[in-house]
């Protein structure tokens, strides 16, 4: 299984980006797909999880109503839409994918998952 994280980079505060995670070794479509991060010295942080055999999302607090989930299983291929970016979105984004069947309300769990990519820095300025 190999999972790789792309479209990370530099931002100005209020603009977006668009993070993919494109999966082999393993279809999409039939687990739940996270997106984490981690910031220097805080602890890794669930933002964004799509459950694949149903499409349904969950999403941290401090990403709610800002950043979009979404797959495309043609491509096995979950993305990340990041909007009106802030300075304290800047992290390590990493995917990631659990084999365990979990509802979308434990996929902000970074414990329940088994794959992990190798991360892309984000990184927002004001």
């Known amino acids: 299984v190999q999972l790789v994280e792309s479209g990370g980079g530099w931002v100005q505060a209020g603009g977006s980006l668009r993070l993919s995670c494109a999966g082999s070794?393993?279809?999409?479509?039939?687990?739940?797909i996270g997106w984490f991060r981690q910031a220097p010295g805080k602890e890794r942080e669930g933002v964004a999880c799509i459950v694949g055999s149903d499409d349904t999302t969950n999403y941290g607090n401090s990403v709610k109503g800002r950043f979009t989930i979404s797959s495309d299983n043609a491509k096995n291929t979950v993305y990340l839409q990041m909007n009106d970016l802030k300075p304290e979105d800047t992290a390590v984004y990493y995917c990631?994918?659990?084999?365990?069947?979990?509802?979308?309300?434990?996929?902000?769990?970074?414990?329940?998952?088994?794959?992990w990519g190798q991360g892309t820095q984000v990184t927002v300025s004001l």
């Open positions: 990631a994918v659990t084999t365990v069947t979990i509802t979308r309300l434990a996929g902000l769990s970074a414990g329940l998952y088994d794959y």
């Open positions: 070794g393993i279809t999409f479509a039939r687990y739940t």
